[in-house]
């Protein structure tokens, strides 16, 4: 069987051949898979004009059609009638499928509606149609157009509601809704150029219909999806009754020009490269390949009108992750990934140059430029998911300029990089199935720069297959991974990625780890299995045991935050799903993990309960409790010896509004303590408010304060701490308090043309104390300076001089007050079907001292007095269908 043995790989290879021979077994005797339900459908072509698009339906062609009116309450009663009538009739020509739909309504006056940009209807009623143009049972487009006239759209990828719901797909179609005495009316125009559908006379496609009334939470769906039950797509119904139309292979350009200029509030007249201004233009194109496959190609992409990241202080030896939100890279996304590894992290194409220039002035780019990138995103006739990504940045230089010489110059900081991804998913069998495999790799021109070949890898690749077989109608899965890695470049390179916080391979304790500092490349592997229980009445559950090898890194193309582990995790949920005299649903989860390392140290053990609770008004009620038992962590001293976690506990409330309710709001408190004396409070919520349909205005306030028992400081060298290897490690109380408000503020013209502000006033502060060094590996007590025969003093601008063991060092001050104000106002207007105009003022404030008092909240009004940096732009694109019509 599986002796866990983490030296080597006994635990890894027998587990993974036990579970994929158990996974063929079962999968050999397990029933069919989720069946289509038996309603149909049917489209009618038009013999007359086509409606004009204005939600009226006044039109000839809706007269005398047969509606689809036969729809269930999903929720709050499943299986129920509805309150309200909906009826919803289908046509079609050549170029495009129409639709029509009344939602009737017994008091139209309480029709909750809100006019925003696109894909902003989630709180407004709204009607949703989702078709399965190839009936492949997993993969669907899904158009909404709200009551307020407001169009969203997304694809899917999987056969689940809300997993796989790719919301940056944007299709070019059209959408009107009117409100009036018998509640509200809508039509829509979506071209069959904006489809991908087989070559066939006759098309039978996968439909669904939902309409949600989010005043009184109620839901409708024309093939009615008991939540207990897994499966989405595979699912619908059958819309019948297209014949003679042809799947068109779509053409598409989408040029730009754009301008921008930078403004500093603080300006040297001596600098010159203050205030730049900047003019540029790029292409962005689509076109199809077959019935099936779509390519998206960019040339000098502009990212401009995209939403700032959000500020933070980062004390860890972590990188901060953040959310892509460029549209290039988001369309299509689930198709790039794997359910476990991070083979693929889009923000490393583009990111900020991996070194800094020197100088009196200096113009460092805060990215590097994209050149160009394509896509290969779709689906095969043959049930084959396609995903490939190419992509090329630019060498990137920084400019100096020296006042003693008056030169500018250019430092490179930045090589020119290449990056392909390739992700397959096959699905197989009457379960849906599947198997696929990825594989990323990059390229650098590093050239004879010593600077950028000590600091970077010349090559990367990485990759490997993925599997999930599901039983059962998808109520039990398998899954499970196996991949490897491999980097090259030079010594120095390949140095810093074995000290780094992914891997710290320097541990002077451990022997197993093959920390080599003439190595030239570096590989590793990960596997995974797991077995689920997704779906069913009352109780669900999974387990997982995975791992990474001391030598497995990704993160030149994808993300890793920790190798050398073997982890493991185990959950169930009991939960009832019909509603009871005091809950209309609730959930009980207990989730145990944790993890060992393969020098055989428990590194993590965690045990959690979460309580899930919806009452009868529809509000959300959470409770979680969580407790971190004390066991050995190898990254708490950077690269130095295992050091002992402090045994935590905590707690975590939330409590929701109803989903549709006028006034949105959330409130959350959490609290942790620990063994050592350490604490965490955290209060933070949020509050919606539309008061016309035309405003919306959100608050998100924050407020976090902590103090932090064991913060890492620094090491020093001490020949004399022989129980600590040699070296001194450092550690402090930290007091860190953190607040901040995001606010945003839209208002919309139209559907097609929206003013939105957003800004966040952040404020922290820490003030560290206690400091003092390890005492001993493998525990977490420390030597305190100013006790034990050692002496520190402060000096007026806050650093210390230490003396110890007869050896004196001095400390920098590490306190900090930061203010930080972001801000981002975009204009956008659709002014013709496609094609945008963005007008965009950023502004990043920003202020730091070396000063340890607590912030408070009066200080995110001081946010907004710091230095900074004022951005506009302008951007304009066209979009040119090379099609026909549209």
């Known amino acids: 069987m599986c002796e866990p043995r983490p030296q080597n790989l006994t635990i890894v290879r027998p587990c993974l051949r036990y579970a994929l021979t158990l996974a063929a077994i079962i999968t050999a005797v397990g029933s069919i898979g989720a069946q289509p339900s038996s309603k149909r459908a049917t489209a009618t072509r038009l013999a007359g004009p086509a409606p004009r698009i204005d939600g009226r339906l006044d039109d000839a062609a809706w007269v005398g059609q047969v509606p689809i009116e036969d729809f269930e309450?999903?929720?709050?009663?499943?299986?129920?009638?509805?309150?309200?009538?909906?009826?919803?009739?289908?046509?079609?020509?050549?170029?495009?499928?129409?639709?029509?739909?009344?939602?009737?309504?017994?008091?139209?006056?309480?029709?909750?509606?809100?006019?925003?940009?696109?894909?902003?209807?989630?709180?407004?009623?709204?009607?949703?149609?989702?078709?399965?143009?190839?009936?492949?049972?997993?993969?669907?487009?899904?158009?909404?157009?709200?009551?307020?006239?407001?169009?969203?759209?997304?694809?899917?990828?999987?056969?689940?509601?809300?997993?796989?719901?790719?919301?940056?797909?944007?299709?070019?179609?059209?959408?009107?809704?009117?409100?009036?005495?018998?509640?509200?009316?809508?039509?829509?125009?979506?071209?069959?150029?904006?489809?991908?559908?087989?070559?066939?006379?006759?098309?039978?496609?996968?439909?669904?219909?939902?309409?949600?009334?989010?005043?009184?939470?109620?839901?409708?769906?024309?093939?009615?999806?008991?939540?207990?039950?897994?499966?989405?797509?595979?699912?619908?119904?059958?819309?019948?009754?297209?014949?003679?139309?042809?799947?068109?292979?779509?053409?598409?350009?989408?040029?730009?020009?754009?301008?921008d200029a930078t403004r500093s509030a603080v300006t040297n007249t001596a600098n010159p490269f203050r205030n730049p201004t900047k003019a540029r233009a790029g292409l962005d194109a689509k076109f199809g390949i077959g019935s099936n496959l779509t390519v998206d190609a960019t040339i000098n992409p502009d990212f401009g009108q995209v939403e700032s990241d959000p500020a933070e202080v980062n004390l860890s030896a972590f990188e901060t992750i953040v959310e892509e939100r460029r549209p290039f890279f988001t369309e299509g996304a689930q198709l790039l990934r794997v359910e476990g590894p991070n083979y693929f992290y889009s923000r490393r194409i583009g990111s900020a140059p991996h070194l800094a220039a020197s100088g009196d002035f200096v113009d460092q780019p805060r990215a590097s430029t994209i050149m160009g990138a394509a896509k290969l995103t779709g689906r095969t006739a043959s049930r084959l998911s396609v995903g490939a990504l190419l992509a090329m940045t630019d060498r990137t230089n920084a400019r100096t300029f020296m006042l003693d010489s008056s030169r500018t110059s250019e430092v490179r900081v930045e090589p020119r990089t290449e990056y392909a991804v390739v992700r397959l998913q096959q699905e197989i069998g009457a379960q849906a199935s599947t198997v696929g495999g990825m594989f990323t790799a990059m390229r650098r021109e590093l050239g004879g720069d010593t600077a950028l070949s000590a600091r970077l890898t010349g090559t990367a690749i990485a990759g490997g297959v993925d599997w999930r077989i599901r039983l059962q109608q998808g109520r039990y899965a398998i899954s499970g991974f196996a991949g490897f890695s491999h980097v090259m470049g030079d010594s120095l390179a390949i140095g810093r990625i074995q000290r780094s916080s992914g891997h710290y391979l320097q541990r002077p304790d451990g022997d197993y780890l093959d920390y080599n500092t003439a190595r030239r490349s570096l590989s590793g592997y990960t596997a995974s299995i797991r077995a689920d229980k997704d779906a069913g009445l009352h109780i669900l559950w999974g387990a997982q045991v995975s791992t990474e090898s001391k030598g497995y890194e990704v993160n030149d193309v994808g993300r890793l935050q920790s190798a050398d582990g073997i982890d493991y995790n185990a959950d169930i949920q009991i939960r009832e799903t019909e509603p009871g005299p005091y809950f209309?649903?609730?959930?009980?989860?207990?989730?145990?993990?944790?993890?060992?390392?393969?020098?055989?140290?428990?590194?993590n053990e965690e045990w959690n309960q979460n309580t899930t609770l919806t009452l009868q008004n529809f509000w959300t009620l959470n409770l979680n409790t969580k407790f971190d038992l004390s066991t050995l962590d190898d990254r708490l001293t950077r690269g130095g010896p295992l050091m002992r976690t402090a045994f935590n506990w905590g707690q975590e409330y939330r409590l929701n509004s109803a989903s549709g309710s006028k006034i949105g709001w959330r409130t959350s408190f959490n609290w942790n303590r620990d063994a050592l004396g350490g604490w965490r409070n955290n209060v933070s919520g949020g509050i919606t408010l539309r008061p016309t349909p035309r405003w919306q205005l959100s608050f998100d306030p924050s407020y976090v304060v902590s103090t932090d028992a064991r913060q890492y400081v620094t090491s020093l060298a001490a020949p004399a701490a022989t129980r600590t290897f040699g070296a001194r490690y450092l550690f402090a109380y930290v007091d860190r308090v953190t607040t901040s408000v995001r606010t945003r503020l839209n208002y919309a013209f139209s559907p097609s043309f929206t003013l939105e502000g957003y800004a966040e006033p952040f404020a922290a502060s820490g003030r560290y104390h206690g400091i003092g060094e390890l005492r001993a590996p493998q525990t977490n007590v420390l030597r305190n300076y100013g006790t034990d025969g050692t002496t520190i003093t402060r000096a007026p601008d806050g650093s210390y001089a230490v003396m110890a063991d007869g050896t004196e060092f001095s400390l920098t001050n590490r306190d900090f007050n930061v203010l930080s104000f972001r801000s981002n106002v975009v204009l956008r207007w659709e002014w013709h079907p496609g094609s945008t105009l963005f007008v965009v003022w950023q502004q990043n404030r920003r202020a730091s001292d070396a000063l340890g008092e607590p912030v408070r909240a009066g200080d995110l009004l001081n946010t907004t007095h710091a230095a900074g940096d004022n951005y506009v732009a302008l951007k304009l694109s066209y979009w040119l269908p090379l099609t026909g019509r549209q």
């Open 73 to 259: 309450q999903q929720r709050p009663i499943e299986g129920a009638a509805p309150s309200e009538r909906t009826q919803v009739f289908v046509r079609y020509d050549d170029d495009a499928i129409y639709v029509g739909a009344r939602m009737y309504r017994e008091h139209p006056e309480q029709i909750l509606r809100s006019i925003g940009r696109r894909d902003g209807s989630a709180n407004s009623e709204h009607l949703q149609l989702t078709f399965d143009t190839h009936r492949d049972r997993r993969t669907g487009y899904a158009f909404i157009i709200s009551a307020a006239g407001v169009r969203g759209d997304f694809h899917h990828s999987q056969d689940d509601e809300h997993r796989g719901r790719e919301g940056q797909y944007d299709p070019v179609w059209e959408g009107s809704a009117v409100i009036d005495s018998l509640g509200w009316s809508a039509e829509m125009r979506i071209p069959f150029s904006q489809l991908r559908f087989p070559t066939a006379d006759t098309q039978e496609w996968g439909l669904q219909l939902d309409r949600w009334m989010p005043d009184k939470n109620e839901d409708l769906q024309w093939i009615m999806i008991p939540t207990k039950e897994n499966g989405y797509i595979s699912r619908f119904g059958t819309l019948t009754g297209i014949a003679g139309v042809k799947a068109r292979r779509p053409v598409e350009l989408l040029p730009y020009v754009a301008s």
């Open 584 to 603: 209309r649903n609730w959930r009980l989860g207990f989730v145990t993990r944790g993890s060992f390392n393969y020098g055989s140290n428990h590194t």
